[in-house]
């Protein structure tokens, strides 16, 4: 058979015909894209005539599209859809595509026809497209000797190894994690849905008759807030918080040790004290020292919220409170000091009203853009659905595809990826993928959201619209290729749409009778928006913190004993609670050590969250949810990518630099 990847799609948007790609078309693209990628730059790089922008960095930008076409949709199911045979082609493949950046830009040759280029007359977008290429020749070690470089690109494959091997230990550890309990009493308290979930779970994974708990990726289990039993909250939330850390097949302790001191060596390769300055100085964060700042100003204000909070559900339980009571008399104080019962909200939240009525209807509110069902398009998994995306005058936009329900060959977690990127010079359109890890309800069940789920959904659907909307020349600029510390931004500033009344009315009606939630539920909910700040806030600056942690260190500080090592990092850093475990703890902590991108990154969920504040402000200033802020958002920020500094694309939209003082009143930490 013809392997389909080895031309551009014929479907629309250049959505890649799935049905008729094997497991073995992935590899043999892959091989090829590599093989070609090669050629193309070494034809740059033999080209007599003096470099150019147009032979050399159009050039570049022209090349390594079968390479590009194999590797987003193989990863798409690597995160999303990863059979057995999948997986092993990821060990395989991961480390070759790592070598291949390093053969790319350790190009000398390659190097000197950048730095030659003259780009005097240049368009702006031209001017930064030299400017980031010689950025990430020099940040991938061009400076470097021989022997250095030698030793970077090993350094380099054996961190890509590893990671991959942490991020698939990490996934088998949260199935076999999972809380399987024998009686539906052990389960008091949950809806009768979540039940029925958890019966099913059971059914399919060989447990005919029992009750299945099945894991999200974070620390806190959204059932602990529901479930009556509390040592089935105790014996869920041990399983939980032990993954990967546990002694056995799946532990990953080692692997993060040996990934720190690879992290700390490569640093010291490349000049920079710490692996924490080295990703530092890719984003928008203007050092090191200013992220610290912000998070030790941050940390003492939210544990004091956190321990007032501990205190008013200590009394309220009656006993000394223990981490799985957290979430279970958190919720009861919702019930009974602002009157909102989350589990009775769901009904009011139907996964497909939600995004027809909610999400989408947000979106055409603010930028005239329509969506369109393809029911005959597939995507990877049954699961999948895909929508056509029109502007407002009808001409196509992209495609959205909608993944939403867990299962055992997917990741945790949520995310945002592309299939195809906009880019003028090469005539593409956006195709994205939201991915979500909702349970799936038993055939002919609504899929009812929690509150969280809800805000996910929102989130997610933020990047979407950063990948569709992008407008720019070159596909290295396109759309969510911006600095870590800036792609959560957009996503944030869609959650404010959750509560928004036009939006709310229009999707949050029970799925049986078609009621309105009532009025005075939306009050209390907000009323009720900073009881738990305190928690949630320290949770997350402990994954925060903890991540910098690791990736201060250096070769010779990379500690024995990791989980000593995770307690004193947190303690020193103020935010060792008892009852509150950082988000991610290291044993499963996947967004930095499992090639996500987020390594000495993950502070940018607030740092990104203060420009959010800012523009959440701004949209109230200036009328909410209209067609004029809409569009000035979409022109201004939405749509440039990383075409220009993404900080000018805040200040174009706000007219001046962001403060910190909107995050820390959202947060109650003034």
Do not use: C
């Not at 057995?84 to 190009?107: K, M």
């Not at 230990?169 to 029925?196: F, H, W, Y």
Request: charged share 25%; net charge negative.
């Amino acid at each position: 058979m013809t392997n389909p990847l080895l031309s551009p799609s014929p479907l629309p948007f250049r959505l890649p015909p799935f049905a008729g790609i094997s497991e073995q078309h992935y590899a043999e693209a892959v091989h090829a894209g590599l093989a070609g990628h090669l050629a193309e730059i070494q034809a740059i790089v033999d080209n007599p005539e003096p470099a150019t922008f147009a032979n050399t960095a159009v050039a570049m930008e022209q090349a390594g599209r079968l390479l590009e076409r194999a590797a987003a949709s193989f990863f798409t199911l690597v995160s999303a859809d990863a059979s057995d045979a999948i997986r092993g082609l990821e060990t395989e493949l991961t480390p070759l595509i790592t070598a291949h950046q390093d053969e790319v830009y350790l190009n000398r040759a390659l190097f000197d026809r950048f730095a030659a280029i003259d780009t005097t007359g240049l368009e702006p977008e031209g001017v930064r497209l030299v400017e980031e290429y010689l950025k990430e020749f020099r940040q991938s070690g061009i400076q470097l000797d021989g022997p250095d470089q030698e030793r970077l690109k090993a350094v380099n494959a054996e961190l890509s190894r590893l990671g991959t091997e942490f991020g698939q230990r990490v996934k088998e550890a949260m199935k076999s994690a999972a809380l399987l309990l024998d009686s539906a009493e052990d389960l008091t308290g949950m809806p009768a849905d979540d039940i029925a979930g958890a019966a099913e779970a059971a059914r399919a994974a060989g447990h005919e008759g029992k009750f299945l708990l099945t894991l999200i990726q974070p620390s806190n289990q959204p059932a602990m807030a529901v479930l009556e039993n509390r040592d089935v909250r105790r014996r869920l939330f041990e399983s939980s918080i032990g993954r990967g850390s546990d002694g056995g097949s799946l532990d990953v302790l080692e692997l993060v040790r040996s990934m720190a001191g690879l992290r700390a060596e490569k640093a010291r390769l490349l000049g920079f004290a710490n692996y924490a300055e080295l990703v530092v100085d890719r984003q928008t964060a203007p050092d090191f020292e200013a992220v610290q700042a912000m998070l030790n100003r941050l940390a003492p204000a939210a544990v004091r919220n956190a321990d007032a909070e501990a205190a008013a559900l200590a009394d309220l339980a009656g006993h000394p409170l223990e981490a799985w009571d957290w979430a279970f008399y958190s919720a009861k104080v919702r019930r009974e000091k602002y009157a909102v019962d989350e589990q009775a909200l769901r009904p009011y939240f139907e996964l497909d009203r939600v995004l027809k009525d909610g999400v989408f209807h947000a979106a055409t509110s603010l930028f005239g853009i329509t969506f369109h069902e393809r029911a005959e398009l597939e995507g990877y998994h049954p699961d999948v659905r895909v929508w056509e995306v029109r502007n407002e005058e009808g001409s196509p936009l992209g495609l959205f595809l909608g993944d939403y329900y867990a299962r055992e060959s997917k990741r945790g977690g949520a995310w945002m990826n592309s299939l195809v990127e906009q880019s003028g010079l090469l005539g593409t359109q956006a195709v994205v993928i939201n991915n979500l890890n909702i349970s799936k309800p038993p055939t002919g069940e609504p899929t009812l959201l929690t509150l969280d789920e809800l805000r996910t959904t929102f989130h997610e659907f933020g990047h979407a619209l950063h990948g569709l909307f992008s407008n720019v020349t070159y596909p290295r600029f396109s759309g969510t290729g911006v600095s870590r510390d800036f792609v959560e931004y957009p996503s944030q500033v869609n959650e404010m749409w959750i509560l928004w009344p036009e939006v709310l009315a229009n999707y949050a009606r029970h799925h049986a009778t078609g009621e309105p939630l009532p009025q005075e539920v939306v009050d209390r909910l907000n009323e009720s928006r900073l009881w738990g700040e305190g928690f949630a806030t320290t949770e997350y600056l402990g994954a925060a913190l903890l991540d910098l942690a690791w990736h201060v260190l250096d070769e010779t500080g990379i500690p024995d004993d990791v989980l000593a090592f995770e307690a004193k990092s947190l303690a020193s850093a103020g935010v060792a609670h008892a009852l509150i475990p950082p988000r991610y703890r290291t044993g499963y902590f996947q967004h930095i050590f499992a090639g996500a991108g987020y390594a000495a990154g993950y502070y940018s969920y607030i740092w990104s969250e203060v420009l959010d504040a800012e523009t959440v402000d701004w949209f109230t200033e200036n009328g909410g949810m209209t067609r004029a802020n809409g569009e000035r958002f979409r022109q201004e920020l939405l749509s440039r990518g990383n075409s220009r500094d993404p900080l000018e694309s805040f200040r174009t939209l706000r007219g001046r630099d962001a403060q910190l003082e909107p995050l820390l009143k959202r947060r109650g930490l003034e």
